[in-house]
């Protein structure tokens, strides 16, 4: 009976988790419930722990993303990650665009992620793939780090028409930020842009169809703040994004409005 109610608790506060964090993976639910757990006198292994949400139905299937957004520009440039070390914020940048699907048609979303924090520091949603799109994202990104040099930062991305474009590389030079790309048709060369897309769509529903333009915005908002300020990453040891790039003391206080 004791463990009953337990595991009934336990799922209750699953649940809970996921209102917020639609697809938020075991491990990290394990994670994130470990205090809580302890203070209630609740033990759980990984094994146990994940045979509750199997059970339950409440492990996460796998999802694909099989529409191309790149469309290959003519300009090259080197790939400037290989065998790089990241070790500190604002010094690789990886970018990319994913296609969303609304009622009234697809629209774009345009990322710029700090591969050592895995923060979000530039984002824009355009109804296309256009340049300018992905212009305001890295605007966004320059605003966020206005104390900081960027001078030497390294800009990744893949090979498609928006980055090879003049205005965005012109951007990027002014700014002494250097350009870096991996092969054309790679998407592993991306893989850390590609993967923040994945878990966008597949863990907050950004794969889902849109009513409108404005009821997808609003999605995004909320979502690119969840995942900023609340999704712990395996790869940060379990913190926050927001905690390793704006500093540990963060505390999101507030829900996104």
């Known amino acids: 009976m004791k463990r009953a109610a337990e595991d009934q608790l336990l799922v209750e506060m699953v649940q809970g988790i996921r209102h917020r964090h639609p697809r938020i993976g075991g491990r990290k639910l394990l994670h994130e419930l470990q205090e809580p757990m302890a203070a209630l006198g609740i033990h759980r292994g990984r094994d146990a722990f994940f045979e509750l949400l199997a059970v339950h139905d409440l492990l996460v299937p796998t999802r694909r993303n099989r529409r191309r957004t790149t469309r290959s520009g003519f300009w090259r440039c080197p790939n400037r990650l ?8 604002n010094q690789v940048w990886v970018a990319d665009i994913t296609y ?16 050592f924090s895995r923060f979000i520091v530039g984002y824009d949603l355009s109804v296309s793939l256009a340049v300018e799109g992905c212009q305001r994202a890295l605007e966004q990104a320059i605003r966020q780090t206005a104390s900081s040099s960027l001078q030497g930062l390294i800009h990744h991305s893949d090979h498609g028409v928006q980055y090879t474009a ?10 002494g930020i250097c350009p870096s790309m991996g092969e054309v048709g ?3 060369d991306n893989a850390l842009a590609e993967r923040v897309n994945g878990i966008l769509k597949c863990e907050y529903g950004l794969d889902d169809l ?5 009821h997808a915005a609003q999605s995004v908002h909320e979502t690119i703040w969840l995942y900023n300020y609340e999704r712990p990453h395996l790869s940060l040891r379990y913190r ?7 500093g540990p003391q963060v505390r999101a206080q507030t829900s996104p409005s």
Not at 82 to 89: A, K, M, S, T, Y
Not at 166 to 175: H, K
């Open 82 to 89: 290989v065998g790089l070390e990241v070790v500190q914020i």
């Open 100 to 115: 969303l699907s609304t009622e009234e048609g697809f629209i774009y979303l345009a990322l710029v992620t700090d591969a």
């Open 166 to 175: 003049w205005p965005y590389r012109e951007r990027l030079q002014a700014l």
């Open 186 to 188: 790679n998407c592993y």
């Open 210 to 214: 849109f009513v409108t333009f404005d």
């Open 240 to 246: 926050k994004p927001a905690q390793v790039h704006l």
